[in-house]
């Protein structure tokens, strides 16, 4: 058995492949595998990924699949992972070389289901790299509702045991965007102890052609499958009443936060409309007492309390200017 499994998916990411293959193929950590999922790609990846496994040898394991998606060659990846712990890894940004090692060395010494470290934020630009404020609140959790407030849902920077992603029902949900969202919260029941390592060891890059940036205009509706597939996941495993006003804080704030910027930014009218009319819909229908939510306080709570149909679109329009990603 590896002490940890990195998971990689990969689809036509040659120019930046070597970079993040080199980090992970240095890491500190000894009995480390490296899983990567070529997901169909059509460029020259599969080579890249071919010459670092003649190199390397059995620290590589290259799966090949027919392109399906980012979920699905994560879904892979961990049913074919052998480590105690999985990590995961995007083929267009890189890690530290020492993170795996650390963040190991934290959840064996604490005895933790997932650990967590912090990240670099960068913008690639004309003019050179641009370093930009991280997203979610990344800090030591107090518990497991603590979990669902403000979180940093990617798994490119959290560390779990392997034997609670093999439960039933813990996967990324296929063909769909977003789908780090329900990832992370369908972990939440199973990390019974957590970790945070204040460091910053993963460098993520935004881009103008990265999935998250471009507006996919009707995908972005995918938010709702997203949240759908959260609120059936802890209804059928009975994990519902435990986290009931936790699910509705995170549920209804992604919906008037985020996915409110991105419909800010539909050019067609008709669907801006059609996405509006569905995020009002789904609070209405799944929470009809969000207000009341004890997590709504401050200026988040104010302005949770103050949006509503009518004022939508303006402020989707506002959002989607200062929220660009």
């Not at 063909?175 to 460098?203: C, Q």
């Not at 998250?212 to 996941?233: E, R, S």
Request: proline letters at 3%.
């Amino acid at each position: 058995m590896a002490k940890v499994s990195v998971i990689l998916p990969v689809y036509n990411t040659e120019k930046y492949l070597p970079r993040c293959l080199d980090a992970l193929v240095n890491q500190t950590l000894e009995d480390l595998e490296i899983i990567a999922v070529d997901d169909g790609s059509t460029d020259h990846s599969p080579a890249v990924l071919k010459k670092y496994a003649g190199i390397y040898g059995d620290k590589i394991r290259i799966i090949t699949k027919e392109n399906e998606g980012q979920a699905a060659a994560r879904n892979m990846g961990i049913r074919a992972s052998r480590g105690k712990y999985i990590g995961f890894a995007d083929s267009d940004d890189c890690v530290d070389v020492s993170m795996f090692e650390k963040m190991y060395l934290l959840a064996e010494e604490r005895k933790c289901h997932m650990v967590e470290c912090h990240y670099h934020y960068i913008q690639e630009t004309e003019k050179g790299n641009k370093e930009l404020h991280t997203r979610g609140n990344i800090r030591q959790h107090a518990n497991r509702r603590d979990m669902f407030i403000d979180p940093q849902v990617s798994p490119w920077n959290k560390l779990y045991l392997r034997e609670i992603l093999l439960r039933p029902g813990l996967d990324f949900p296929e063909g769909l965007i977003y789908e780090d969202t329900s990832f992370y919260i369908k972990t939440i029941p199973y990390v019974l102890k957590s970790a945070y390592l204040d460091e910053r060891l993963v460098y993520y890059f935004l881009r103008n052609t990265s999935t998250m940036n471009v507006n996919k205009n009707k995908k972005v509706a995918d938010i709702f499958c997203v949240l759908q597939d959260i609120l059936d996941f802890y209804r059928r495993y009975g994990f519902y009443e435990q986290f009931e006003k936790e699910l509705e804080y995170f549920c209804t704030k992604i919906l008037f936060c985020s996915s409110l910027s991105r419909i800010g930014r539909v050019k067609d009218a008709a669907l801006e409309k059609e996405l509006l009319d569905r995020t009002f819909c789904f609070v209405s229908e799944k929470f009809p007492e969000y207000k009341k939510n004890p997590y709504f306080t401050g200026k988040t709570g104010w302005y949770i309390k103050h949006i509503n149909r009518r004022n939508s679109k303006y402020i989707g329009k506002i959002l989607g200017h200062v929220m660009k990603g």
